[in-house]
Structure formats: C-alpha cells, structure tokens
C-alpha cells in the first residue's frame, strides 16, 4: 500500500511540472459528462512525460529489471530529449514488451503472481495514468478508498468503524472475488473506459494493447490485468466503480422526493421508510457491505454475488466470502479484524456497542517475521540498526490503527525480548545517551528504550492507537480543495523559475540531473545553500559536490544550488581572484566553512 507521503509527494510534483491546470480541467469536464477525443497530446507533451519520470524514480519497483534488465538508473542517463523522443517513437505505432513474472511469497504460504513491465513500459503506463486519474477521479464512488490520491487503509478503516458503532449496522457481508486481477474482463474494462467519456480511440487501442502484453512463461492472456502494472490499480477501480455505485444506489443514492441538504439527513429520511440499509466500504477489490439486520444482509449477498457474474464476469470465492454477525465475531479488513462490544447504555435506554480491533494473527506472525529477519540480517553484517528500526515504524504507523494494538505489539516484544537481548547485545539506556529527536518525540516517555552500539533502538511495544478520522472528500483536482490539503509553492519568483526550469532544461545533461536541479531549488526555496541568496533565473547553478570525474554522479545528494559566483569560488583555484570574490561575496565565518567544506570534497 502506497504511504501518505509517497501520495503526497506525487501531489507535489504535479505542482512542479505545471500539470495542475490541465488535471483541474479534466476533472471539471469529467464531472460535466463530457467526452474526451483528444487525450494522446496531453500525453505526448514534453512536461507530462517528465513528470512520469519523476514519478516512477521516486517508486521502490523503479530499480527492479523487467525483462530486458534495465532500471530506472539506466533511463536517468538519458538526456531531456532523449527519453522524450524515445517514449514517443514507442507510442507512434504501440507494441508493448513482454512482462516479468515474479511470484511473491504470501503470509499463507501461497505465492501471488506479479507482472513487471519493463522500465520503459512503466513510464508510458504512467504517462496514460496521470491523464487518465482526473476523468476517472471526477466518477469514482467516494467511499472507495484504494490505490486513490490521498486516500488509504486508514480511511478505509475509518468509514468501517463508523458504519459498526455510529450507524450501529452489525451485519456485514464479506466478499471476496476470486483472483480479481487475474479475470478482469477486457471487453467490459473497454467498454467503461469508453462510457467514461473516454473517446479517444488511439488511446484505447493502446490500453487494449497493455491488456494483453505477453506475459513470461504464460503466454498472451486473454483477461486480467497483471498486479504490478503501473496502470493497473486504476484499471480495477474503474471496473469496480460500477459496483460501487450499483450498491450506493440501493440506499444512499436512493432518488427521493425531497431534496435533502446532506447525506446524514437523508439517512435520518430513508430510515423512517421500509428500505433496507446497505453501504459499501471498499479498498482495490477488498470490500465490505454493511447492512441492520441478517435477512437485509442474506440478500444483498446473493443479489452482489449475481450482479459481479452477470455485469463484470467475475465470481466470489465461496470458502471465503461470508456474513459476519460484529457482536459475535470478527470481520477482517487490511491486516485488521474488529467487532463491536457492549459499553453502557445510550440516553434512550439501549444497548451501546463499540467497535474493538486488532492485527490479523498473521498479521502478527508476519511482523515478527519480519523483525527476526532484519536482526539475522544484522548479526550478519548485512543490515543495521537504522533499519530495523524504520521497519518497527513502519509497522507502528500502519497498525496503530487497531484499537488494541498495544496489546498485540506487547505479545510481539514479549516473544522477541530474548532474540533482540541475545542477538544484538541490547542494552537498557544511560542517562548520558543521547535520543534522536524525531524518536524522542514519539518514543521518549518509553522506559523500554534500549541501545545496541551506540544506536537507539525503538521499544517494540511502546505503541499507541490513533484516532481516525472520516475522509474529507475534497480532491487533489479543485484547486481550492487541493491548497487547503498541501502547502503550496507561494513565492511568485520561486515558481516563475521552476517554470523556466521545466521549460529549459541544461542540454546534454541527464533527465536525473534536470529533474533534480528542480527539486533542490525548491528545498532550498530558491536560495543559495552558502549565501542565502534568493537566486534569479541567471544566477542559479547546480553543483557537484562530488566531482563526476571522481565518481560523483547526479543523484540528489550530490548535487547542491548555489549562486553562481559561488560556484565559480568553489573552483577557483587563482588565490588573487578567491581573494577579490570572497571580499564581494561578503560572507561572513559560517557561510565561509560551509564553502570550505564543498571546495574540499572537488580537491
């Protein structure tokens, strides 16, 4: 699952690459109904395609080969110009390169197929997905929560212990389609994408193309669409999307006579008649139904199991899929399995039930799987603290969303304590050791703090559950909406530059090199890093730290902005002429030092 900040991240470079104005009006057009006949030059220009390439670069997958071994580090070689005019040819007559199978091994001991486009691939998938999203965004059902921007297994959690306690509907339906991703049909997908307003036929040849790319061992399928394509989330939402609102117009899109001011009210209305209350909570095509009572739930559940093979061709997994009572049992959902319990009674005398959850106890087994794994990995030489660490985070802030989750994370502890005290030689903490200030922050009240060397660990068990809130609803794709939810690149000055910046790239210079000059510039709010200076377009120079004729390259951290007197200092090697722009420079002792530092990494 894709974190927030790697959603938020995206958001941003949209920002950068000026795409806003584009995806904005998509969305408004698509909320409009209108249709789309001329998507493929959005795609083609010279901006969205470098945006892809941010974008991908930025995905763990980018550095996994496809099946011609490339990566995303032998695309960031090529210049601008060239990755630009190599995705079009690619584009100019279609035919998509073989897809990687890899299995991945699942907590059950079962594996899950996943297809990997070649790196290439990948960018033209991202190039159609950034133009598609807002068409589709301005459609999709708003309480499906997966693989959208700004959207999670949080929010997804959220409307589920909502609907339990607050709504009280204690009947849900669990349903679990049988290899969704594997049975996709492509002639019904088709048909959506076109009824989505979609008109572009160049571009829906294309996509059908995709559809059926060759796949490793397997041959050309036939249906399905392979987990691991950059486009293919997106895909599934838009072919469940029919489902989602299918089921939202059983009740909360349920036409009526009167026109209510929001939803709550409505409810309040539908409630009074003899209608049966159903609402639908889904993440990919992990969903849930959630209805009053048994009977209610007894036939949405064969009405849905018909309406999935009569409309999308798919069917349910019977062993899996069933109807779950919350006062008695639990209903899984992302890692989590909740219920509801008694807690007091309500102003008018009945029952009050709320929701209780945990991790999945392969949920469980998995974490500490994972745990015991790094601390081998560790004791091997091949991994560090750092690192076991930033996976307990990891699993802190995606479960600490069960409501007992101090209580799995100590049952976790409690079995590791000897393997942790053993293995790494953990030791309890000196009052003279020092606590990073982004652990002391969250894990300073711990007295389970413990060191391993001179490293801090983070204490397994020291977790708390967070409060989650309903999701906003606003869209990255209104812009009023979108700067209420991120921090917007305000300086005019600023932006005009990265606008020069996108537009005028250095010539011969890598597609890495370029991307990255534009983000540094933003990092640094466009001033130099030695002088502070808020630099204009003709003063800005991106440096080297490590020179790449000893090896430096054009990643981020090697390169810096900087003023281009500056930079001009930093190479000078004339003593009279250091003298004379140090004295104009007018640098005082800091500035100086940081200079020195970055002239003594190029001797």
Same mark, same amino acid.
């Given at each position: 699952?894709?974190?927030?900040?790697?959603?938020?991240?995206?958001?941003?470079?949209?920002?950068?690459?000026?795409?806003?104005?584009?995806?904005?009006?998509?969305?408004?057009?698509?909320?409009?109904?209108?249709?789309?006949?001329?998507?493929?030059?959005?795609?083609?220009?010279?901006?969205?395609?470098?945006?892809?390439?941010?974008?991908?670069?930025?995905?763990?997958?980018?550095?996994?080969?496809?099946?011609?071994?490339?990566?995303?580090?032998?695309?960031?070689?090529?210049?601008?110009?060239?990755?630009?005019?190599?995705?079009?040819?690619?584009?100019?007559?279609?035919?998509?390169?073989?897809?990687?199978?890899?299995?991945?091994?699942?907590?059950?001991?079962?594996?899950?197929?996943?297809?990997?486009?070649?790196?290439?691939?990948?960018?033209?998938?991202?190039?159609?997905?950034?133009?598609?999203?807002?068409?589709?965004?301005?459609?999709?059902?708003?309480?499906?929560?997966?693989?959208?921007?700004?959207?999670?297994?949080?929010?997804?959690?959220?409307?589920?212990?909502?609907?339990?306690?607050?709504?009280?509907?204690?009947?849900?339906?669990?349903?679990?389609?049988?290899?969704?991703?594997?049975?996709?049909?492509?002639?019904?997908?088709?048909?959506?994408?076109?009824?989505?307003?979609?008109?572009?036929?160049?571009?829906? /040849?294309? %996509?059908? &193309?995709?559809? #059926?790319?060759?796949? *490793?061992?397997? $041959? +050309?399928?036939? @249906?399905?669409?392979?987990? !691991?394509?950059?486009?293919?989330?997106?895909?599934?939402?838009?072919?469940?999307?029919?489902?989602?609102?299918?089921?939202?117009?059983?009740?909360?899109?349920?036409?009526?006579?009167?026109?209510?001011?929001?939803?709550?009210?409505?409810?309040?209305?539908?409630?009074?008649?003899?209608?049966?209350?159903?609402?639908?909570?889904?993440?990919?095509?992990?969903?849930?139904?959630?209805?009053?009572?048994?009977?209610?739930?007894?036939?949405?559940?064969?009405?849905?199991?018909?309406?999935?093979?009569?409309?999308?061709?798919?069917?349910?997994?019977?062993?899996? /899929?069933? %109807?779950? &009572?919350?006062? #008695?049992?639990?209903? *899984?959902?992302? $890692? +989590?399995?909740? @219920?509801?319990?008694?807690? !007091?009674?309500?102003?008018?005398?009945?029952?009050?039930?709320?929701?209780?959850?945990?991790?999945?106890?392969?949920?469980?087994?998995?974490?500490?799987?994972?745990?015991?794994?790094?601390?081998?990995?560790?004791?091997?030489?091949?991994?560090?603290?750092?690192?076991?660490?930033?996976?307990?985070?990891?699993?802190?802030?995606?479960?600490?969303?069960?409501?007992?989750?101090?209580?799995?994370?100590?049952?976790?502890?409690?079995?590791?304590?000897?393997?942790?005290?053993?293995?790494?030689?953990?030791?309890?903490?000196?009052?003279?050791?020092?606590?990073?200030?982004?652990?002391?922050?969250?894990?300073?009240?711990?007295?389970?703090?413990?060191?391993?060397?001179?490293?801090?660990?983070?204490?397994?068990?020291?977790?708390?559950?967070?409060?989650?809130?309903?999701?906003?609803?606003?869209?990255?794709?209104?812009?009023?909406?979108?700067?209420?939810?991120?921090?917007?690149?305000?300086?005019?000055?600023?932006?005009?530059?990265?606008?020069?910046?996108?537009?005028?790239?250095?010539i011969n210079r890598s597609i890495e090199y370029n991307d990255n000059r534009i983000s540094l510039y933003v990092a640094q709010k466009g001033k130099c890093q030695i002088s502070g200076k808020v630099l204009e377009i003709d003063e800005i120079h991106c440096h080297h730290k490590k020179p790449?004729?000893?090896?430096?390259?054009?990643?981020?951290?090697?390169?810096?902005?900087?003023?281009?007197?500056?930079?001009?200092?930093?190479?000078?090697?004339?003593?009279?002429?250091?003298?004379?722009?140090?004295?104009?420079?007018?640098?005082?002792?800091?500035?100086?030092?940081?200079?020195?530092?970055?002239?003594?990494?190029?001797?």
């Amino acid at each position: 699952m894709r974190s927030r900040k790697q959603k938020r991240v995206k958001l941003r470079n949209n920002e950068y690459y000026n795409q806003e104005d584009i995806t904005d009006e998509l969305y408004e057009s698509s909320l409009r109904n209108e249709n789309f006949y001329e998507l493929m030059e959005l795609i083609l220009d010279k901006n969205n395609i470098n945006l892809a390439y941010r974008n991908i670069k930025g995905n763990i997958g980018s550095k996994t080969a496809g099946i011609d071994g490339l990566t995303i580090e032998d695309i960031s070689e090529l210049d601008n110009e060239s990755l630009y005019n190599k995705i079009v040819k690619r584009f100019e007559n279609f035919i998509p390169n073989k897809v990687r199978r890899v299995e991945i091994p699942k907590p059950n001991g079962k594996t899950r197929p996943l297809g990997i486009p070649t790196i290439e691939d990948r960018i033209i998938q991202q190039s159609i997905k950034q133009i598609l999203e807002p068409i589709a965004e301005a459609k999709f059902y708003r309480h499906s929560y997966g693989f959208r921007p700004l959207r999670g297994a949080d929010e997804a959690m959220a409307r589920a212990y909502f609907l339990a306690q607050k709504n009280n509907l204690h009947y849900v339906v669990d349903i679990d389609i049988k290899g969704f991703f594997d049975n996709i049909n492509h002639g019904k997908l088709l048909k959506q994408l076109w009824n989505m307003g979609i008109r572009d036929k160049t571009l829906i /040849s294309i %996509i059908s &193309k995709m559809l #059926k790319a060759e796949i *490793e061992g397997i $041959g +050309i399928p036939t @249906k399905g669409t392979p987990q !691991g394509g950059i486009l293919s989330p997106l895909l599934a939402n838009i072919n469940l999307n029919e489902l989602d609102h299918w089921i939202a117009s059983q009740w909360q899109n349920i036409p009526t006579n009167h026109q209510y001011s929001n939803s709550d009210k409505k409810n309040v209305a539908l409630k009074k008649t003899n209608l049966k209350e159903i609402h639908i909570v889904r993440y990919a095509d992990d969903f849930k139904l959630f209805c009053r009572d048994y009977q209610s739930a007894e036939k949405i559940f064969e009405a849905t199991k018909q309406w999935l093979k009569e409309r999308l061709d798919l069917e349910i997994s019977p062993e899996k /899929s069933k %109807i779950v &009572k919350l006062r #008695k049992n639990y209903s *899984e959902f992302l $890692g +989590i399995k909740f @219920k509801v319990i008694k807690k !007091g009674k309500k102003k008018n005398n009945d029952i009050k039930y709320v929701v209780t959850s945990k991790m999945l106890d392969k949920a469980v087994e998995k974490t500490k799987k994972d745990i015991k794994s790094e601390i081998e990995e560790i004791k091997r030489g091949r991994s560090n603290i750092n690192k076991l660490n930033s996976i307990i985070r990891g699993k802190h802030n995606y479960y600490s969303m069960a409501t007992n989750i101090s209580l799995d994370f100590g049952k976790i502890a409690f079995q590791l304590y000897r393997t942790i005290e053993k293995k790494l030689g953990a030791k309890p903490l000196n009052i003279t050791d020092k606590v990073p200030k982004y652990m002391n922050e969250k894990y300073g009240n711990s007295k389970q703090l413990k060191i391993v060397s001179d490293t801090i660990l983070i204490p397994i068990s020291f977790i708390r559950m967070r409060i989650l809130m309903n999701h906003h609803q606003k869209s990255i794709f209104v812009k009023a909406e979108r700067e209420a939810l991120h921090k917007h690149i305000e300086n005019y000055k600023i932006k005009k530059n990265i606008n020069y910046m996108i537009d005028n790239p250095i010539i011969n210079r890598s597609i890495e090199y370029n991307d990255n000059r534009i983000s540094l510039y933003v990092a640094q709010k466009g001033k130099c890093q030695i002088s502070g200076k808020v630099l204009e377009i003709d003063e800005i120079h991106c440096h080297h730290k490590k020179p790449k004729a000893k090896g430096g390259g054009d990643e981020y951290k090697n390169l810096v902005i900087l003023h281009k007197d500056v930079h001009r200092l930093i190479h000078l090697t004339d003593d009279k002429k250091i003298y004379e722009l140090t004295n104009d420079l007018k640098l005082d002792d800091s500035q100086a030092r940081k200079l020195l530092k970055l002239k003594s990494l190029i001797l």
